[in-house]
Structure formats: C-alpha cells, structure tokens
C-alpha cells in the first residue's frame, strides 16, 4: 500500500502531541502548591461576588443575539484574504467577476440580517 | 486556473433560481407579514417552474456536459433530469402542503423557504463531480430537513422526530466526510474524474486499488453516509420514528425528494468514480448485500404495522432497497456488456426512472393520507381508512392506483420501474441469481400490505371503532396535486418507454462523454 508512509509523520505528531499534552497536565497537578482559601475556590467573576448558581435558565435571545454575531464575524474571516488577494486577481484581469462574488455573498447574509430583523431578533423585550 | 463567469451562471441557473426564490420567500414573508398565505405558495410555485426551465432546456438539448465552477458542479442532461424529478416532487408537496399548514396553524413563510433551499442542496447533490460539493449538497439538504422535521413546534413526537434525525444524521455526515477524507488520503483528489484516472492509472504503476485498505475504509464510510440519506438497512432505524413524528407534508417531501437525491449523487460518485475491477467487486458484493437486507426487512416489517404513516415508511426504506439493487448492476465489475458500459447506462436509467416514479406515487398516497380527517385528528391507522370508498370513491380509487403503483402491479408505472430495474439485474453478464429472486420475493410480500390499506378502504365492516369513513378535508391545490400524480402515475406505465429512453439518453452520454471513459481523453 503506497500511500500510507506518507502518514507515518502524521502519526508520530498526533503521538508526541498527545504524550506532551498529558505529560504537561500530569506535571503542572505533580509540582503546583496547593493552598485553598475560599477567596480562591470561588468561580471568577472578574471581582465580582458571584451570586446563585450558574445553572440556571438563560434568556434564549443570548442565544440567537450570539449566533447573529458569529454569522458575521465568520464572514470576516472570509472577506480577509479575498481582500488580501483581490489585486492579484485585478492584475489578472478577473478583478470585477471576484469582486462580484463577494457582494453576491454579502447580499445573501444581508438577506439574513433584514429578515431576522424584521422577525424582531434584534428587539430586546 | 479558470474564474467562474457567465458560463457557470448559466449552467447552474436552477441552483441559483432556487436559492434566490427561497429568499424572496423569506423577504415577503418577513416585510409584508399580512400577505395572503396564497402568494407565498404560489411564488414558492413560480420558483419552481422558473428552476424547471432550464432543465428541460438541457434535456432538450443535445447534452454536451457543462463542467463549471472550477470542475465543481457539472451540467449535463443527468443533473437535468433529476432536478426535474426533484422539482415535480417539490411542485406536489407544496400544493398538498398549503392546506396542511393552514390546518395545522403552522407558518408558511420558512416553511416554503426551507422546501426551496432543501430543492437547491439537492439539485447541488445531483450535479456534483466532486466528493466536497456533494457534501456541501448533502448538508444544504439536510440541515434544512432537520428544521422541517421539527416545524410543529410543542409536539414531543415531533421534537422526538427532528433531534432524533438531527444527531443521527450528524453523525452520518461525520462519517460521509471522513470517508472522502480517506478517498483523499488514498487518491490524491477529490474530483470524482480524477479519481478515476487514479484508478485506471495504478495498475501500469503496479498499484492495486482494490488493496488499498484505506481506499475501501474511504468508500465504506461514504457508503454509510449515503445509506443513511436513502434509508437503507442498517442505517434505517431513524426512519419509521421521524416519518412518523414529522409533520405529514415534510415527510411525503423528504421520503421522496432527499431520497432521489441521496441516490442522484450515490449514482454519479460510485457508477462514474470508482472503476476499477477490484473496488467495484469490493463495493457492488457489499451494496448486494444491503440491498438484499433493505428489501428484506422493509417488507417484511411493514406487512405487522398498524399505523399508516409507518407503514409507508417501511415500504419507503423497501424502496430504497429496490433501486439500491440497480445500484448494484451499474457499480458490478462484469455488469456491463463491454466497455462503454451498455448494461451499466441501462441500470442506471432505470433507477432514474424509478426515483421518478416513486416521487409521483408516493406522494400521492401521503397526499390521500394528508386530505383525511377522524373526529378532527389527522388519521393514524390504516384502520382508519374503513369505509372510504362507499363515502368518497374517487379519492379512495386515487389512493389504489398509488398504492398499485408502489406495489409495482401493471398498468402503472411502478409496474415499469421493477420491469426495468429486473431487466438490468438480469442483463449483467454474470447476473445475482440470489438477489434477482430475493427482489421478486419481497415484491410479492408488499402486495399483502398494500392491499391490506386496499381491503381496509372497500372490503372491511365498520366497527365499533370506527363507525364511519374518514371526513374529507381537501382545498384545490391539493385537488390537484392528487390528479396530477394519478395521471403521472398512469401516464408512466403508458409512456414508460419513453421516459425511460429519455434516462437512457441521458446516462449513454454519461458513460460516452461526460462519466467520460477513456479516462484520459478530456
């Protein structure tokens, strides 16, 4: 079977990377002090007291005011390096069929937007 | 390196239609919320039929494929004709879904919407000539069906129904992407072309393909992913629970549309990918033996189930067995008479035209399960179908002809689709003795089921139970959309020939051009 040494540095990386990460874990739990104060084992809630349990119901908008969020900032990620690369498509002479796809594929998440708007997503009552 | 311009536009106008009429859907029901809910299904229409003209313009055509997007999606009569069946059984599920939703009090905006985006996953499904856009097809279709699977919201059957398929079909997705992982770890290219000339290559390189563990392990998983959008044994156990639990329309919808699509791409990637003698011997000994387990207990346990909804489930995963078995005669190494394939073009239309027969007679039966009502609930059982021809003889001789069709009796064209299906299992040079009897055998059990729901509507006393025939809840779309599929289910056993001469055109070219053996000449 040809291609399978191929895989063999695969492999050895996937092996050193899980040694390393359960040789660090076993370290750091070996060599820490431990000293409890109850200051310390309270959850962190950037100075704040913490207050009730974190278990409880949340407001289903975070959900979906989060996943508007995310929808958009994943479309960054895909704007960046069309931007980075649209030049060299220009220089090529594809510049305006590049740059078309890329307002095609805003519209459709625009679309989106306008229709969770208008839906009331964004309305906090 | 090509960029993609007007050419691909054209090519892929279906797609394109499909995604933007889903959108305008969106949009109207979103900024004029007071619209009619009659213009939301006739837009939804309209898209449809826009989508449908260009496919029957490239069927019409003389079906030179059109490879576009950078070898991504190919336009060829094949993609044409399954988008043609989507969009018929796309047409018939909104016309029988527009008074369900109005019954049911279920919004149609999304509803329409999510049916369109489910048409353009599938339509990407069918065009795909490379393993990476049938998934991106495959989720398009899926993610959508998983909203629809839920869209009775507050029902715990349906709620069962849609995580149920949900996480399952997840997890079939999981395994669909690691296989072409595998494919790609084994060949290089994820391009269903290129691998084949992998394949035709390795011998004069002293490689033999059919070894090739991780190869097989590849295919073995996209078997999986596959066998789970068609609902074959053993991935079926989703089946009669989501189709039960589901809103009735989406599972008239998904039972055919996600069904001929699963089989659209499983056709092109496994009939055109992989030839070699070697692997196909590996795949067509393992798709023999999931067809013959398919047929086997969908059929069987379909003739011990009461409920109606789950007895068209079960005949649903009987189905896909039977087509898979056409499945077998295009991937069997020494199926085909020579190269060029002829027995392998001919199996492969006829579960083209199976998939289109399937869609119009299947639909058909939900709808006449859709148009009945008891004491203001939607029916269950097949008992509750008693005494429906004394008290409307048209919907209940509509629902015979259907089920006719299903169980594959003449004159209807289901009768066509196994004759053809047989055909090409006998055809093969060294024909499957075993799964050609199996395949008649398990035949003749769906009579009994499917003439049970027919005794049960003209030959069973009312009881106690049930007093009465069912009522009758029907507006004109579905009127028509029952009419339309009696006729399409008739007008396939009279026009059998040509319709399946109209596959066969289409899949000869495949084999010739387009699937493109000799590997080496595009």
């Known amino acids: ?125 | 390196m090509t960029v993609p311009g007007l050419r691909d536009a054209v090519a892929i106008a279906p797609q394109f239609l499909l995604g933007g009429f889903a959108m305008l859907v969106l949009l109207l029901d979103a900024f004029f919320p007071r619209i009619h809910r009659r213009w939301l299904t006739a837009v939804t229409l309209l898209g449809l039929v826009a989508a449908s003209v260009p496919a029957i313009l490239e069927l019409r055509g003389k079906g030179e494929p059109d490879r576009v997007m950078q070898n991504m999606l190919q336009a060829d009569g094949y993609t044409a004709f399954f988008t043609l069946v989507f969009l018929i059984g796309g047409a018939l599920s909104v016309l029988l879904s527009a008074r369900y939703l109005e019954r049911e009090g279920m919004a149609e905006g999304e509803y329409y919407a999510l049916l369109l985006l489910t048409m353009l996953g599938a339509v990407v499904m069918a065009a795909s000539i490379n393993l990476l856009t049938v998934f991106l097809g495959l989720e398009i279709l899926s993610i959508s069906l998983y909203i629809l699977a839920g869209y009775r919201a507050g029902r715990d059957a349906g709620d069962e129904a849609a995580l149920k398929y949900f996480l399952l079909g997840a997890f079939a997705s999981a395994f669909f992407l690691y296989g072409i992982a595998l494919v790609y770890g084994a060949s290089g290219s994820l391009n269903i072309e290129e691998i084949r000339t992998f394949l035709a290559d390795a011998p004069s390189q002293g490689r033999e393909p059919g070894n090739n563990l991780v190869l097989l392990a590849g295919i073995a998983m996209l078997l999986v992913g596959f066998g789970f959008k068609v609902a074959v044994v053993p991935f079926h156990v989703w089946t009669p629970d989501v189709y039960e639990g589901a809103p009735t329309s989406v599972t008239a919808f998904m039972s055919v549309v996600a069904k001929a699509a699963g089989f659209a791409a499983f056709l092109r990637v496994m009939g055109v990918g992989f030839q070699d003698r070697g692997v196909q011997l590996h795949i067509s000994a393992v798709l023999a033996s999931i067809a013959a387990l398919t047929m086997l207990v969908g059929n069987v346990v379909a003739v011990v189930q009461p409920g109606l909804k789950r007895l068209l489930a079960y005949s649903s995963i009987a189905h896909a067995g039977y087509m898979l078995v056409g499945v077998v005669a295009v991937v069997r190494p020494d199926g085909g008479f020579a190269m060029g394939g002829g027995n392998q073009s001919q199996a492969m239309s006829a579960v083209m035209f199976y998939a289109l027969v399937y869609t119009v007679s299947n639909l058909g039966a939900f709808g006449v399960v859709m148009a009945l009502r008891r004491k203001g609930q939607e029916i269950r059982d097949v008992a509750d179908l008693t005494g429906l021809a004394a008290r409307h003889p048209w919907l209940a001789a509509a629902m015979t002809l259907f089920l006719l069709s299903l169980a594959g009796l003449p004159p209807t064209g289901g009768f066509f689709g196994k004759l053809f299906l047989l055909n090409a299992l006998v055809g093969m040079n060294t024909p499957l003795p075993w799964l050609i009897v199996l395949f008649a055998l398990t035949s003749v059990v769906s009579f009994y089921y499917y003439l049970g729901v027919v005794r049960a509507m003209y030959l069973d006393r009312p009881t106690e139970e049930h007093p009465e025939a069912p009522d009758l809840d029907m507006d004109w779309n579905m009127r028509i959309a029952l009419g339309l599929s009696a006729v399409g289910t008739v007008a396939l056993g009279l026009w059998a020939g040509g319709a399946f001469g109209l596959a066969e055109r289409v899949t000869a070219a495949m084999f010739q051009s387009g699937g493109g053996f000799p590997a080496a000449m595009r």
């Open chain 1, 1 to 125: 079977m040809p291609p399978l040494p191929d895989y063999v540095p695969v492999g050895i990386v996937a092996i050193i990377a899980v040694i390393f990460s359960v040789l660090v874990m076993w370290l750091a739990d070996r060599l820490s002090p431990r000293k409890p104060k109850p200051e310390k084992l309270s959850t962190y809630e950037c100075g704040e007291r913490p207050e009730g349990q974190a278990w409880s119901q949340f407001n289903v908008r975070f959900y979906i005011f989060a996943l508007m969020f995310v929808i958009f900032d994943v479309e960054t990620v895909f704007i960046f390096p069309w931007a980075v690369r649209l030049h060299w498509f220009r220089s090529m002479e594809m510049g305006l069929i590049i740059f078309l796809e890329m307002v095609i594929f805003i519209a459709v998440l625009l679309i989106g937007l306008a229709y969770a708007w208008k839906k009331g997503v964004l309305k906090w009552v």
